[in-house]
C-alpha cells in the first residue's frame, strides 16, 4: 500500500510539473515586448495584415483563454505552428528531434564505457596513480566549458591531426553519392538498415566529436560517482570473503562489487541524459548539428515563441518522465529507498 501510495504521490507530482511549466513557459512568452503577428505575416506588414494574422492566431482573446486553447492543443498533440516557418512545430520536431537524440545516446554510451570502468578501477586502487589521473580526469570534465572543450577538439583532431571531420552530421560528398534514407532519423541505424556502409562510416565519424564534447560532463560524473560507492562497497566483509576463496579481481571488482554500487551510477546517469538535451544546444552550434539545437537557435534569433515554448516543453517531459523513472527504479531494486 506504501508502494502504491509513493508511484500515485511521484505521478501526481510529475503532472503538476508539467502544468506549472506550461504556464510559465506560455505566460512568459506573452509577457516579452514583441508582436508575434507582425512577425506571423513577415517583413513589411500592413496593419490590415496584423489585424487578420492576430484573428487567426488567437492573439485577441484574453490571456487565459489563449492558454486553455494551447493546452487543448497539447491534450490532441498539436504543439501549434512555428511563427517563422508556418509550420507545425511537431513536424519540425520529427526532423531535428532524432539528430539532438543520436548525439545524447551516443554520449551516453561514451560516459558509460567510459566513465564506470575508470571509477571502477579508481576506487579499486585508491591511491595510485592511476587514481589520482582518473580523479584529475573527472574534475576537469565536470569543470571544463563546452564551448572551449568543442573548440579545442575541432583545432586538434581537425585542424591538426586531420583524422575526424569539423562538422555536421555527413560530408557533402556522401551527402551527393550515398545519401542517408531518412527512415528512424538516426543516422547510424538507418545506415545499418538499408546497408549504406559508406554513409555508415562517415556518420560514424561526424558523430565522435560531438558526442564526446557532450559526455565530459556525463563522464566525469559517473567516475566520480562509481569511485566513491566502489570504495565503500569494497570494504565489505563479503567482498574480502570472495577475495580469500580465490575469485578472479576482475569478477570481485565488476561483478560482486559493481553490482551494488551502480544503483546511484545509473541514476546520475538517467539525469546527465536530460542535462545533456539542453547542453546539446551550444554543441550543436560549434558543431553545425542539424538538431533540436539549432533548431531552438534559430527560433530565438526570429523570436519565435510557440517554437520555444514548445521545446521547453518536451525537454521538461524528458525530464520529468525520466526522473520519473529512476525514482520508482530505485525504490524498487533498493529495499532501502524509504517509500514513505
Known sequence: MHRLEYIVRR???????????????FFIARVVPSNPAAAWVGPHPTREQIALATERLGLDRPLHEQYLRYVRGLLRGDLGNSIKTHQPITTDLKTFLPATMEL???????????????????????GSLLDHLTRLFSIAGVSMPTFWLGLLLQLL??????ILPLAGRTSTQVALYHPVERITGFYLIDTVITSNWVA?????????????TLATYAIG??????????????????????????????IVLFVLALK??????????????????????????IFSWPGLGTYVTSAVLSIDFPVI????????VFYVFINLVLDLGQAMLDPRVTLQ
Not at 505521478?11 to 513557459?25: E, K, P, R, Y
Not at 545524447?104 to 585508491?126: E, N, Q
Not at 560517482?225 to 567482498?239: A, C, G
Request: glycine share 8%; no cysteine; proline share 3%.
Open 260 to 285: 551494488n554500487a551502480i544503483i546511484p551510477t545509473i541514476t546520475v546517469l538517467g539525469l546527465s541524459f536530460v542535462y545533456s538535451l539542453t547542453g546539446a544546444i551550444l554543441v550543436e552550434v
Open 157 to 162: 583532431f581537425f585542424g591538426r591531426l586531420g
Open 11 to 25: 505521478l501526481a507530482m510529475a503532472v503538476l510539473v508539467l502544468v506549472s511549466i506550461s504556464i510559465i513557459t
Open 104 to 126: 545524447v545516446l551516443a554520449g551516453m554510451v561514451m560516459a558509460v564505457a567510459i566513465g564506470i570502468p575508470l571509477g571502477v578501477l579508481s576506487g579499486a586502487y585508491k
Open 309 to 316: 515554448v514548445s521545446v521547453t516543453l518536451v525537454v521538461t
Open 200 to 212: 555508415f562510416k562517415d556518420a560514424l565519424l561526424h558523430i565522435i566529436l560531438p558526442a564526446f
Open 221 to 250: 560524473l559517473t567516475i566520480r560517482m562509481t569511485r566513491s560507492k566502489m570504495i565503500e562497497v569494497l570494504s565489505e566483509k563479503y567482498i574480502l570473503a570472495a577475495r580469500v576463496a580465490g575469485i578472479p579481481e576482475r
